[in-house]
């Protein structure tokens, strides 16, 4: 009895099973051809559409502007419908047909293999597909069937053509936009180049800090342009732009340029604010001016900007020629720009990320940043990750950088009048000041030597003779609201939050 029953229950038609493409269908089901009753008028038509890769590319745009509803119904199909009213194309209602069709149309399965997926899904090959059958199930006269499917096919393609226009008239108006904000973005030296990791320079002009007008621009046209590429994303939607190379290929060199320039944008947004007439000094200096304030800005972090009144915090001229005094000024002052200007009036400097303390070992942190100007160049490097050699002071030297070679980026002695300069695999620049070779060279071949000298690797595995200078000026300038006691408590008072937040 038992087993009569599992039999039974086995072929019950509760029991469903998923068919090829995992609908589930009673196990009784066996769906008929689509073609049965009209077998002769309908089967050939329809195994004929599988010859025409055309018949499978028709998107959801295509079909529902292309609608049925002013077709009259075939006469052999009013019976089954209420009002003479036209039934619309559903999906849903061919599914059953897909394993029957593809059993009796071989060449199915290869136009299946052939397009999905690499031309389109399946979902829409069989829309397509179904839908251009759901045609000629509902058309007046089968013998025009072929003509009217080659209209269809007409319209899918001038539809394709009419955005592919619309495309490429807004990528050439994002073109035109962008080439403007590079010039903009070449006149204020924004597009820095960058040599490898950690070296950077930058050519400079006699231009001063960007103005309002240009900073209007530049967000006008920036927003613009990312309107443009959203409408080009949705005409891009509506079509399939797989098969044309060309276009593919002039997109994605748009938004390469696009996302070059619109980094750089980002990168510099803080940057381009800033009026270096705004910019107040409590000291007439030697050394700073509109000049290179506004190249000063390139190597500070986000969080420290040029648009507060800056603090001398140390002068030679004004406090005299010791370094216990320079280093004792800067104790308790983080973080500070320290500058010096040589006899030979070149300019060379340090970004300080942390107070100077007299330590005969190494200490600091990887923000530390070193630059010079050379040439109508503006070059600085930042840490190699080589090792952690940053500031090392005591009474006879104040250094920055350090290898296994002895060598100093920067050096200065205790009396604060000469100074030394090497290559170093702390940071791993050339020298800071200008060779005789540089100088010699400078006359004829103007920037390219210094870029020359600069794209060139330093020997990591070699020492180097040491470059001496006479030291004009130097001085130490800090961030106002980062000065004194204040600034030290209110920097430990936030390290301290940081901490607690981060242990809870």
């Not at 590319?57 to 199909?77: A, C, E, F, M, W």
């Not at 930058?202 to 613009?224: P, T």
């Amino acid at each position: 009895m038992s087993s009569f029953l599992t039999g039974f229950f086995k072929n019950s038609p509760s029991q469903n099973s998923p068919n090829k493409n995992g609908i589930l269908l009673p196990i009784w089901y066996n769906p008929t051809p689509i073609w049965i009753g009209r077998e002769e008028e309908l089967k050939q038509i329809i195994l004929k559409l599988s010859h025409n890769p055309l018949t499978f590319r028709l998107d959801d745009l295509v079909i529902n502007n292309n609608s049925l509803q002013n077709n009259t119904l075939q006469s052999t199909l009013q019976s089954s419908l209420q009002n003479n009213n036209i039934e619309e194309y559903n999906y849903n209602n061919y599914i059953e047909q897909i394993n029957i069709l593809t059993k009796y149309d071989e060449n199915l399965n290869i136009m299946l293999d052939l397009l999905v997926p690499k031309y389109i899904d399946d979902i829409t090959f069989w829309k397509s597909y179904f839908f251009c059958i759901h045609k000629i199930l509902y058309c007046n006269n089968l013998n025009e069937i072929e003509d009217e499917l080659c209209e269809l096919y007409n319209y899918r393609r001038k539809f394709i053509l009419e955005r592919e226009e619309l495309i490429k008239i807004e990528m050439n108006l994002i073109y035109e936009k962008l080439n403007l904000l590079k010039v903009i973005f070449e006149k204020y030296n924004l597009l820095e180049v960058i040599v490898n990791d950690n070296l950077y320079f930058i050519k400079l002009n006699d231009e001063d800090i960007i103005s309002n007008e240009d900073i209007m621009i530049i967000e006008e046209n920036m927003y613009e342009c990312i309107d443009k590429k959203k409408k080009i994303s949705l005409l891009t939607s509506e079509i399939n732009v797989v098969n044309n190379n060309e276009l593919i290929e002039k997109i994605s060199e748009m938004n390469h340029l696009f996302m070059s320039l619109h980094s750089k944008y980002i990168k510099y947004k803080e940057k381009l604010n800033l009026n270096v007439n705004m910019v107040e000094l409590n000291y007439d200096s030697k050394i700073l001016n509109k000049f290179n304030l506004k190249y000063l800005n390139y190597i500070l972090p986000n969080r420290f900007k040029l648009n507060h009144q800056l603090k001398l915090i140390y002068s030679n001229s004004e406090h005299g020629t010791s370094l216990k005094t320079l280093i004792r000024n800067c104790s308790d002052v983080s973080p500070t720009i320290l500058l010096i200007k040589t006899t030979k009036n070149d300019i060379l400097g340090v970004y300080q990320p942390c107070n100077l303390q007299l330590n005969n070992k190494y200490y600091g942190t990887g923000e530390i940043v070193l630059f010079h100007y050379t040439n109508d160049l503006f070059v600085f490097y930042k840490w190699s990750k080589l090792n952690d050699y940053f500031i090392r002071t005591n009474e006879n030297y104040l250094c920055y950088g350090g290898d296994i070679f002895g060598r100093c980026a920067l050096k200065i002695d205790d009396n604060l009048r000469m100074g030394q300069t090497n290559e170093c695999l702390t940071f791993l620049n050339h020298y800071l000041i200008n060779t005789e070779k540089e100088n010699s060279t400078s006359t004829t071949s103007g920037n390219t030597s210094s870029i020359e000298m600069i794209n060139t690797k330093i020997d990591r595995e070699q020492s180097s003779d040491p470059l001496d200078f006479e030291i004009y000026a130097i001085e130490v300038w800090g961030f106002e609201e980062h000065c004194g006691w204040y600034g030290c408590w209110f920097s430990c008072f936030c390290w301290f939050c940081w901490l607690l937040f981060d242990f809870c």
